[in-house]
């Protein structure tokens, strides 16, 4: 028999996310004894309650961590400090704290003067997940083969980070350990750039005339399409993103605009040598995630 990663977990803000861990625990029996789910919308408790993914599932955030060992905040960015803030007097001691939220410094900077010397702080990000949000979009195998990012803070007990790591790898997901910085720059190349990239083009392409417009959208070859999934993401989820990683995120859009210069500059000057390299550059990094199955 597995012994129980958490005897009683709680999750705050089962979309998405919450809601593919919660599937994942229903699945994988023996990983945690009780669930206790937490959401400020009552249409989200409804459903968790129909989808049966929780013990105890309440509006009620004070009560629903008071006797957790591990409390795991799944709400968007912008919120997550509020909602620790929250609840954090009403953790009981030992408890460790978790998130999963897609940005750091600014998070970290906003919880911390609300963390206690009894409660561990273990940020973990799992690099996965799709356009779609609310409870009914989860997976249980959404984390399988992911990343998992973990930003645990100088002060946070081995013990804790070591349960963190452990729960995720029951999702399925591997682990990183990085700091708060490195993990906003890597987020913001790898993720945060293409989102705000997929948003751009597809309100570049729905501001043509409106006869063209009908043809962008009738015509729309595989690469088109494959940026409006991207684009199709949550708006609130994306604004705090946005905004809780600007510094890192304006710094490689800055760079991505230079490359994008360097690109029209070569096609206007008919400079086929780095044309091509430019393309061949993007052929070997697909082929190397395919290498390395993570395409
Ligand atoms: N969607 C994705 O692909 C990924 C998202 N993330 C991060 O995970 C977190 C959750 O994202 P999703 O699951 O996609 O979001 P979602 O929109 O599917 O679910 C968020 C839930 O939080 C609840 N919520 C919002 N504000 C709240 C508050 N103040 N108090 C209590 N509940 C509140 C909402 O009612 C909703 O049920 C975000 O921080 C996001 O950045 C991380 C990896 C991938
Ligand atoms: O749907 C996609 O393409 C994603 O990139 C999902 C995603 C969104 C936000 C994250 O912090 C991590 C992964």
New binding site residues.
Partial sequence: MTMPLFGTLCV????????SVLRRLRAHLGLVDRLVV????PA?LERIRELDLGDIVTDD?QKAVENADCVML????G??A??AAGILPHMKPGAILT?????RRSVVEALTPHLRDDIAYVPA???????H???D??FATLFEDRWCLLTPSGDAPQEAIDRIADFWRAMGARIRIMDTDHHDTICAMVSHLPHLIAFTICGTADTLAEDMRAEVLDFAASGFRDFTRIAA??P??WR??FLNNSDALLSVLDRFSQDAAAMAEAIRKGDEKTIVETISRGRRIRRSLIENRQA
């Avoid at 705050?12 to 809601?19: K, N, R, V």
């Fill in positions: 705050i803000g089962p979309g998405l996310i919450g809601s937490a959401d400020r919308d989200v955030m799944c709400v968007p960015v919120a997550i509020s909602v998130d999963v939220g897609s940005t990000h799992p690099m996965a997940g799709t356009e949000s609310g409870p979009a989860g993401s949550d609130t989820m705090d993103i």
